[in-house]
């Protein structure tokens, strides 16, 4: 069955430290990747997507994503996190073949203390 | 754009009550996605159409469970009869196009959700 898996569920961090978020999917074919942030009270916003090309893909706020296509992992990072990051984080994997449908990680949420 | 629009944003209703989402898609798009997201399943896809018509409904949980789209800019999604372990966060999705070789680059615009509460 198609999943995604995000190994962390609660993320603690201080401001200015960095992160790394982990995501793997399971898939044997061709798919599109994102990450979306959901911030206190908010509705879900795109973070950044992946399509093809180069594997390190930039987005919004600082954040980049590293797709690993031999490890199934599409990772997010920021070299420097802000309080105002504080939000739930979701990986998501849409399959090539499945009409645009998104398949949801379980999500990672991250307390940034100031 | 207004971006996907939803009502109501909260809902509280007892239980065996019939309960209508509502949700309009972003002009112009053609896909329409309903997710639920609940603490112990996380963000589920329930059902998704494509130009009004009903392509997956594989998520749906149980013939309580009903959406229709009857034109492109409006869909519902109706729970008949409501049970506690409805209440979840009901997110509305849209997009344009998903399977041709240019939209696949598309990506999905969530609304700002319906929060249920079945007392």
């Known amino acids: 069955a198609q999943s995604v898996s995000q190994h962390n569920h609660h993320v603690i961090l201080s401001e200015a430290a960095s992160l790394e978020l982990g995501c793997n999917y399971s898939?044997?074919?061709?798919?599109?990747l994102f990450w979306y942030v959901q911030y206190p009270g908010q509705h879900l916003q795109l973070l950044l997507k992946y399509f093809s090309g180069d594997p390190l893909v930039k987005g919004i706020k600082g954040f980049e994503a590293e797709f690993i296509k031999s490890k199934f992992s599409f990772n997010l990072r920021k070299p420097s996190v802000q309080w105002s990051d504080t939000a739930e984080y979701f990986c998501a994997v849409s399959p090539y073949n499945q009409g645009g449908k998104l398949i949801f990680g379980q999500g990672t949420e991250l307390s940034v203390k100031p | 754009d207004a971006g996907v629009i939803q009502s109501p944003r909260h809902e509280v209703t007892e239980m065996g009550q019939e309960v209508t989402l509502r949700c309009k898609p972003i002009s112009g798009h053609d896909y329409l996605f309903w997710y639920r997201q609940t603490m112990m399943r996380g963000l589920e896809l329930l059902i998704y159409f494509n130009n009004n018509v009903p392509i997956d409904d594989s998520g749906m949980p149980e013939d309580r469970f009903s959406a229709k789209m009857p034109n492109a800019s409006f869909s519902t999604l109706k729970i008949q009869p409501s049970e506690p372990r409805d209440s979840a966060v009901y997110f509305c999705?849209?997009?344009?196009?998903?399977?041709?070789?240019?939209?696949?680059?598309?990506?999905?615009?969530f609304g700002p959700g319906t929060r249920l509460l079945v007392l």
């Open positions: 898939y044997g074919g061709t798919v599109n």
């Open positions: 999705a849209s997009s344009l196009g998903g399977l041709a070789m240019e939209s696949r680059k598309e990506t999905q615009y």
